[in-house]
């Protein structure tokens, strides 16, 4: 009975311990609190904390799109309460990620048993929004039981569900190779790939800062970029493997999303961001996550007006 007891003990200070720190990945779906069949949302909360104010990335996937926001919010410890506001989701019955997005707040419970760690609550309408977006429940359980840091390893029929949109960029270097055999045909080369051309130059003369060298366990990899901290109007350009893939981006707390496809023939693939501007506060910064479908790796890169941030990709043997 004595050692009974004392396990009950040990158990419910576990779970207490659990329940005052929520910092990790939460793993969930979401689904609209509406009469009838609908799609429902798979999200990816992913969280730090720092006494009652927490912060992070929330990425959802909801009818072949992938959307991801850098979040900042509260965490009440003594009532387990969270609160993240002004969640941009799409609309349940729009067709597709360019559609109407509802102005949401996240209001959520943390809750802990002897068999998980979970965050239950709603997505909840704003204002004018109250009546034509319903509220969206969620159940999301903690990462760390699942030895996974990835969203695209708990739901296994996302590898299935995403397919790239106008307002995705995959880079595959194989693909891009022309053979030798083709016959190219002279063209005047349009505005898009001037613009690139004199990017591409600018980049080419300033100092290259290599930063860190990750080794990764896929040949694919997603990458998303946030402005890191206040948004200040910061502009990049993205290069892999000192290829222009992406020009022109604003940095926001909504991510700028790339997927790229490792050349196996080089020792190592390179990405780098070139800085366009220092927006309001300099230098450029942002916040760059890596997902290989089984980690996880957060990265902050700063640019200015004369080097580039570069890191450097390997893939473990």
């Given at each position: 009975m004595r050692a009974a007891a004392l396990f009950f003990i040990v158990v419910l200070s576990v779970l207490s311990g659990k329940a005052q720190n929520i910092k990790g990945s939460w793993f969930g779906s979401a689904d609209v609190l509406l009469g009838g069949s609908h799609n429902n949302y798979l999200v990816e909360l992913d969280l730090k904390q720092e006494n009652n104010e927490i912060k992070g990335i929330i990425s959802y996937y909801f009818k072949e799109t992938f959307q991801s926001f850098y979040v900042k919010g509260t965490y009440n410890p003594?009532?387990?309460?969270?609160?993240i506001k002004d969640l941009p989701i799409t609309y349940f019955?729009?067709?597709?990620?360019?559609?109407?997005?509802?102005?949401?707040?996240?209001?959520?419970?943390?809750?802990?048993?002897?068999?998980?760690?979970?965050?239950?609550?709603?997505?909840?309408?704003?204002?004018k929004y109250k009546y034509t977006c319903p509220d969206i429940a969620f159940d999301f359980v903690y990462g760390e039981q699942l030895n996974t840091d990835s969203l695209i390893d708990k739901f296994s029929p996302i590898r299935k569900?995403?397919?790239?949109?106008?307002?995705?960029?995959?880079?595959?270097p194989l693909e891009s190779r022309t053979p030798d055999s083709v016959d190219l045909k002279v063209r005047?080369?349009?505005?898009?790939?001037?613009?690139?051309?004199?990017?591409?130059?600018?980049?080419?003369?300033?100092?290259?800062?290599?930063?860190?060298?990750?080794?990764?366990?896929?040949?694919?990899?997603?990458?998303?970029?946030?402005?890191?901290?206040?948004?200040?109007?910061?502009?990049i350009s993205v290069f892999f493997n000192k290829e222009p893939i992406a020009t022109?981006?604003?940095?926001?707390?909504?991510?700028?999303?790339?997927?790229?496809?490792?050349?196996?023939?080089k020792p190592?693939?390179?990405?780098s961001m070139f800085a366009e501007n220092l927006g309001t506060i300099p230098p450029n910064t942002a916040?760059?996550?890596?997902?290989?479908?089984?980690?996880?790796?957060?990265?902050?890169?700063?640019?200015?007006?004369?080097?580039?941030?570069?890191?450097?990709?390997?893939?473990?043997?």
């Open positions: 003594r009532t387990r309460e969270i609160l019955r729009a067709s597709g990620a360019n559609g109407v997005e509802c102005v949401m707040d996240l209001r959520a419970i943390v809750t802990a048993s002897r068999v998980s760690t979970n965050i239950k609550g709603v997505f909840t309408s704003q204002g569900i995403w397919r790239p949109t106008d307002d995705d960029v995959v880079v595959n005047e080369p349009s505005l898009q790939e001037m613009e690139a051309k004199k990017i591409q130059l600018e980049f080419n003369k300033r100092k290259e800062v290599v930063g860190q060298e990750l080794l990764v366990d896929s040949d694919s990899l997603r990458l998303t970029f946030y402005d890191n901290g206040i948004v200040d109007g910061d502009s022109h981006q604003s940095l926001t707390e909504r991510g700028l999303v790339v997927y790229a496809v490792l050349d196996s023939t190592y693939n390179e990405i916040l760059m996550v890596i997902t290989d479908g089984v980690n996880r790796y957060e990265i902050f890169l700063s640019s200015s007006l004369t080097q580039n941030s570069t890191i450097r990709i390997r893939r473990r043997k």
